[in-house]
């Protein structure tokens, strides 16, 4: 409950409930004022037009034929139990007719409205009533008192503020009960959002914030708070994924370094000895920044941070530069490397991932192929863009097209070659980056590796190398 009075929404419900309180209450009080005030207008009016009345009578019979009229009046009786009041008076103020046995006020004997007790008689005995009057003075200093006795007007106004007090505190009960029960109500979905949160905090990434179904305002900060999470469980998965990955390949070639180290240490100081094995420690060094960055590469591309820097480029100018790159290599080697591209394919990509995705698959086709051919290709099919590289070499099996795209995977017989398992893992995550995929096929005989991603608004013309 305590808890409870501190919260924002209370305060708003609370400060909502006075309002509304003061407005009930301003408007039952303007209903007061002109029913109340209705009744005791109309009784006057009464008794003005009564005095009138008796005023044209007393200007054409005189005294008194005044006197014979309010002698009448006074004894019939009251057609429904509301009594007129009457009084004739000399200027002594001695009664002369009427149904008052003495001037009510000594002290009000001017023209005007005047209030005073009545004995009034009913069935239940004589009770003691006010009652309001108008006084007319006549010739000579007579005077002429009409009023009437205010019971009726007085349960009137005592029902009325019987039933506005009723009204008064059940809107105040309303507004009370109501308010409290939709600060709970709120509350209770605020406080679900925070359970989880302060779960969350404590180290389980798994909570989510529970929906009532009912698809309103709290359901849709659930859900997004949900969609929240999920996407930094996935990234964090991701990370955690890379980071073991990279702990995990790493220690062994680092402990390798380390072993051998030792072991130099321990032989026989020898300085040939001791500039091989540093040759060697430096060439194990390089190998471990390979895997090092192409991890990086790997992880970036995954994480789809570079996406904001991408740009319209021409892949098939890439394409073309990454393969001048390698034509040493292919030229050392006595294999053939040829080029077939389209003359421009803009695409809207990283022209450095982009060119590490080319030249992996043109490093594994040289690599692995002994002796023949390897082509590389750009090429666009309508929307799709796609490079493909061909080799004449031994290929891979077709059970194992998939699982060489895994982190760290090498087959058999590639053992001996210098590699980290690594570089078809970055094409499939540069591939899939820019929105495309990266697969091998069967060349008969040999491998095809590819990959594909969509081409950019031809309007658009890319930038060129130098520009970029
Ligand atoms: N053109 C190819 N011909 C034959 N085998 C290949 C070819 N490309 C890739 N492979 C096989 O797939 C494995 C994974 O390739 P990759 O991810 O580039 O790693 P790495 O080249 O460092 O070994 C290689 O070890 C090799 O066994
Ligand atoms: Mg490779």
Do not use: C
């Amino acid at each position: 409950m305590n808890r409870l009075l501190r919260t924002n929404a209370f305060r708003l419900a609370a400060l909502y409930l006075l309002l509304f309180v003061a407005s009930v209450l301003a408007l039952l009080a303007f209903i007061y004022f002109s029913t109340a005030g209705f009744i005791e207008r109309q009784t006057e009016a009464t008794i003005d037009a009564e005095i009138t009345g008796l005023r044209e009578e007393y200007g054409e019979r005189g005294l008194s034929g005044l006197l014979d009229i309010i002698h009448t009046r006074s004894t019939a009786p009251a057609p429904h139990g509301d009594s007129t009041l009457y009084l004739v008076t000399d200027p002594a103020l001695q009664p002369l007719a009427g149904n008052l046995s003495a001037w009510p006020r000594a002290e009000q004997i001017r023209p005007g409205w005047i209030r005073f007790p009545v004995e009034v008689r009913t069935r239940q005995g004589t009770v003691t009533s006010s009652a309001i009057a108008s006084v007319f003075v006549l010739h000579d200093g007579f005077r002429l008192l009409v009023g009437r006795d205010l019971r009726d007007a007085e349960a009137f106004r005592s029902r009325i503020t019987r039933t506005l007090a009723w009204a008064a505190l059940l809107t105040v009960a309303l507004g009370v009960g109501g308010g409290l029960f939709m600060t709970r109500h709120m509350l209770s979905r605020v406080e679900a959002v925070n359970r989880t949160s302060e779960r969350i905090i404590r180290g389980d990434l798994s909570q989510r914030v529970p929906l009532s179904g009912s698809g309103d305002e709290f359901d849709q900060l659930a859900a997004n708070l949900n969609a929240m999470l999920d996407q930094i469980e996935r990234l964090m998965l991701g990370m955690r994924q890379v980071t073991d990955n990279i702990a995990h390949d790493l220690r062994t070639p680092l402990s390798r370094l380390r072993a051998r180290l030792e072991v130099t240490l321990l032989e026989r100081p020898d300085a040939q000895r001791y500039a091989d094995a540093l040759r060697e420690t430096i060439a194990e060094a390089d190998h471990l920044l390979g895997t090092f960055n192409a991890l990086l590469s790997i992880a970036e591309a995954e994480a789809g941070s570079r996406r904001e820097t991408m740009a319209v480029v021409d892949l098939a100018e890439i394409a073309r530069s990454v393969a001048e790159l390698y034509e040493p290599v292919a030229d050392d080697k006595g294999l053939s490397l040829t080029v077939e591209s389209d003359a421009l394919i803009a695409v809207h990509g990283d022209r450095h991932l982009l060119s590490q995705a080319i030249a992996n698959l043109l490093d594994n086709a040289l690599k692995y192929t002994p002796a023949g051919k390897v082509a590389l290709r750009a090429h666009r099919q309508g929307g799709t863009a796609r490079i493909e590289v061909a080799d004449s070499g031994p290929g891979v099996p077709a059970d194992r097209r998939e699982a060489v795209f895994d982190r760290f995977v090498r087959l058999e017989g590639s053992r001996s070659t210098p590699g980290n398992g690594l570089g078809l893992s970055l094409v499939r995550a540069v591939a899939r980056l820019h929105g495309g995929d990266a697969w091998l096929e069967d060349n008969e005989p040999g491998l095809k590796a590819m990959f594909t991603l969509p081409v950019a608004d031809s309007r658009i013309v890319p930038a060129t190398r130098n520009a970029a």
